[in-house]
């Protein structure tokens, strides 16, 4: 916490002095200190997401603002520092207003993507040091600082209207803050140690019970499942993703720990995370340059394999060929081991505001309403033997890897 004073003007002295307050007492601004986003173990952030996988750094991922809630004075400022290497952002948007023929601020606003960001009125984003203001008198009435990708990036907003205003993370749909700005005379409730616990405090009440208790069986097929955690406080929504691949007992699997299945047998693959989004992408990934396929993490890459969705809402592919995990950059078109199971993720109806999870693109506002569930299950039948490493393609830079081994039945 910095805190900036000033020798009071003579109208200030005399504002002071009718106040019945000693003339000498200087004018103070404070900038204060919080954090976007935490990972556990913080480590290894120039390594590859093999090694990445391999010592758990970056696995534990807090999507939240800590802490999410705080208390300041008017014309108080507040560096957020980015302490991940999972990009976020730090968007006030424009407040929704009664609607006004000519008025400089739309009457209410759907979350945008985090290329819209504040373009309605300006750029996308707002340089660092931007005045949030939503009534437009004092500064800017949307500010966004744009995605802050570099661990240790920081991005601060001073706020010259009293008022209490929420803030949210353009890419990631469920996480939220709220800053409350209060007069100058005001008692503040908290100092910034304070803060600085409830951070600690709040980043270790995200990762609590990360991977869920009950991960269900499914009659003796092998499953793979990707898990999250939310949690609410009085700023809003928190929560923390696990950016590993893990078994039915909740064991990360890897190319040490591999999942092991026989020839012929179906595995599905099951997001249980209800906020972050992630791909099962065996062989080039297809956001890669130099893969050979059509670009983006919603399609299919070609297999010989039936491909498509099944009754009950999952997809599905078959694996007929053999799989050389190290010729991954090296793909053809006519490979047979590059399959991808697009988005795993809740549908808009399973979450708290509506909005789409992937917000690069506009337009990524949903209606909420009766729709069919977004397919998050994904089952793989292997019909060859070998050793098949598998991604997410949103987040493999961070060790979200799996292996699996596929070996004969007693008596093949």
């Known amino acids: ?67 999410n809630e705080i208390w300041i004075h008017q014309n108080d400022s507040i560096t957020w520092t980015h302490a991940t290497d999972e990009g976020h952002t730090v968007t006030f948007l424009y407040q929704p207003q009664p609607a006004t023929v000519g008025a400089p601020y739309p009457a209410a606003q759907q979350r945008p993507s985090g290329a819209v960001g504040c373009t309605a009125y300006g750029g996308a984003t707002s340089a660092n040091n931007s005045a949030y203001d939503p009534s437009g008198a004092n500064g800017l009435q949307c500010v966004n600082s744009g995605t802050l990708a570099n661990n240790l990036d920081t991005y601060t907003i001073s706020f010259p209207l009293q008022g209490n205003y929420k803030f949210t993370c353009l890419i990631h749909a469920s996480m939220f803050g709220t800053v409350h700005v209060l007069d100058p005379s005001a008692t503040l409730p908290y100092q910034q140690s304070a803060y600085n616990a409830q951070a600690v405090a709040q980043a270790a009440n995200v990762l609590d019970h990360l991977i869920p208790d009950n991960l269900p069986s499914n009659g003796g097929n092998p499953r793979v499942f990707t898990a999250g955690h939310v949690v609410a406080t009085g700023g809003g929504w928190q929560y923390g993703s696990l950016f590993r691949f893990v ?18 047998q179906t595995v599905e693959f099951t997001n249980v995370d209800p906020v972050e989004p992630h791909t099962i992408t065996f062989g080039c990934p297809t956001d890669d340059s130099t893969c050979p396929q059509s670009p983006g993490p ?98 493999d830079d961070l060790g979200m890897i799996g292996w699996v081994n596929v070996v004969p039945y007693q008596g093949d």
Not at 32 to 45: H, I, M, N, R, T
Not at 323 to 340: K, T, V, W
Request: charged share 15%.
């Open 298 to 395: 919603g399609g299919f890459v070609d297999t010989n394999g039936p491909l498509g969705s099944a009754g009950d809402g999952a997809h599905f592919a078959v694996m007929n060929g053999p799989f050389d995990p190290a010729d991954e950059q090296h793909r053809d078109a006519g490979s047979i081991d590059q399959i991808n199971s697009g988005l795993l993720i809740a549908q808009a109806q399973d979450r708290a505001n509506g909005a789409a999870p992937l917000s690069g693109t506009p337009p990524t506002s949903v209606p909420i309403a009766q729709v069919s569930p977004t397919l998050n299950r994904f089952r793989l039948t292997f019909n060859t033997v070998g050793k098949y490493r598998f991604i997410c393609e949103l987040h």
């Open 247 to 264: 078994d039915a007992h909740g064991n990360i699997i890897s190319q040490n720990s591999p999942l092991i299945v026989h020839k012929g």
């Open 1 to 67: 916490m910095l805190t900036i004073c000033s020798i009071p003007t003579t109208a200030q002295r005399l504002l002071l002095a009718t106040a019945l307050i000693i003339p000498q007492l200087a004018f103070c601004q404070t900038q204060w200190q919080a954090k976007v986003g935490v990972q556990f173990p913080d480590c290894l952030s120039g390594a590859t997401g093999d090694q990445k996988l391999a010592s758990g750094c970056q696995a534990e991922q807090v999507m939240a603002f800590v802490p």
